[in-house]
């Protein structure tokens, strides 16, 4: 256990679903972030809040959209995806300063 | 546009052998760290190093820093057939919040 909580660990659902990612983390850190991993390639930065401001959005299609209403809280809600959106999804969380990365262990998500 | 990448794609080596890995990047840092990844799951930090260190140890991991050639290098030694992983590169470029940018990783499998 990182610290970092990532619930479900896997996630099927349909182009039509709308389902949600949760992040939570109990080590007292100011920023949250979202990166996608898809095969072959690197991880993607998708979302980032520093002190539940969210400072970063990586032209991220607005079917994926975060929400933070904490600093141990991220969520990402999830609708109309397309089957290439299927990846490990990963929350990480650090201090404001960007020490101390701490991942969660993703949610595997496969879209049908 | 990818800052990291690292060098080899994949390394395949027995138990008890030296395993190096190298990473170039291409803007400016604040630090650069290591991650190591277990298949499917999420990133664990193995360690950092600030642009103003050269070299760094850490057990059985030393890695050092060039940053006039803007590359690193990951030498774990004796190794284990546990050391089984892919290892990824961070870059830090300095924003005021935490942003990594990732290479696209070593496959790193150790035969017992």
């Known amino acids: 256990e990182t610290g970092v909580t990532q619930t479900p660990r896997h996630l099927v659902m349909g182009m039509t679903n709308k389902k949600s990612l949760k992040c939570e983390q109990h080590l007292g850190h100011n920023a949250m972030y979202w990166y996608k991993q898809s095969a072959k390639k690197p991880l993607e930065l998708m979302f980032v809040y520093s002190l539940e401001e969210r400072v970063e959005n990586n032209s991220v299609p607005s079917r994926f959209s975060p929400e933070c209403p904490n600093s141990s809280h991220l969520f990402l809600h999830l609708h109309t995806l397309q089957p290439e959106d299927s990846a490990l999804y990963l929350c990480?969380?650090?201090?404001?300063?960007?020490?101390?990365?701490?991942f969660g262990s993703g949610t595997r998500l496969t879209v049908v | 546009s990818q800052q990291g990448e690292e060098d080899p794609q994949a390394l395949s080596i027995q138990e008890g052998e030296n395993a190096t890995m190298n990473c170039s990047y291409k803007t400016s840092i604040n630090n650069l760290q290591w991650y190591r990844q277990n298949s499917g799951r999420g990133l664990v930090h193995l360690i950092l190093i600030r642009s103003n260190e050269r070299e760094k140890h850490s057990g059985r991991l030393r890695v050092t820093l060039d940053t006039s050639k803007k590359s690193s290098s990951l030498l774990i030694t004796a190794s284990r057939a546990a050391d089984t992983a892919s290892y990824f590169c961070a870059t830090d470029g300095g924003t005021s919040y935490g942003k990594l940018t990732f290479g696209q990783g070593t496959i790193l499998t150790v035969h017992p």
């Open positions: 990480a969380s650090s201090r404001s300063d960007g020490l101390g990365y701490t």
